[in-house]
């Protein structure tokens, strides 16, 4: 078996984050959590004993994070991310996601995530009262695979 997840990496030394066209700022540390839309298992028992499980509905991706509150205004992320899509498609807004984590600090290459469909999941938006600062809490839901690649 190949020796793997040898070589880790820290968004924390450089990283970037794009929601549509905006690079968002103020992200908490360690908030960020990336987890990609599998497939349903479906478990199920023969007589007592546990089957292999069938494969059900694939489900969606989530994206959490969390930033230090900004400002509401319509130019920022609050007012952004709800945005309504067109009524005659009613359908929700999607927006582009790309998450770049350097190789090292000032590492001009590194590893990404993207995808080009999530979306403001019903819950998704979290205004928070702080002691360092308020807070964002912000949840995607993503149509596609969250695809990871080089930069």
Request: proline share 5%; aromatic share 8%.
């Amino acid at each position: 078996m190949a020796t793997v997840n040898q070589t880790p990496r820290r968004f924390e030394q450089g990283g970037v984050l794009t929601i549509g066209a905006d690079t968002i700022a103020m992200i908490m540390p360690g908030t960020i959590t990336v987890m990609p839309a599998l497939e349903e298992k479906i478990e199920f028992h023969d007589r007592d004993v546990p089957q292999v499980p069938l494969i059900g509905k694939r489900g969606y991706g989530e994206i959490n994070l969390q930033l230090r509150g900004g400002k509401y205004a319509a130019s920022e992320m609050y007012t952004a991310l709800q945005a309504a899509a067109s009524p005659a498609s009613n359908v929700s807004k999607v927006f582009t996601f790309e998450l770049q984590i350097p190789e090292h600090a000032a590492a001009t290459t590194g590893e990404k995530f993207s995808c080009a469909q999530a979306f403001l999941a019903s819950d998704g938006l979290k205004w928070n009262a702080g002691t360092e600062a308020d807070t964002l809490d912000i949840k995607l839901r993503t149509v596609d695979d969250v695809v990871a690649a080089t930069y």
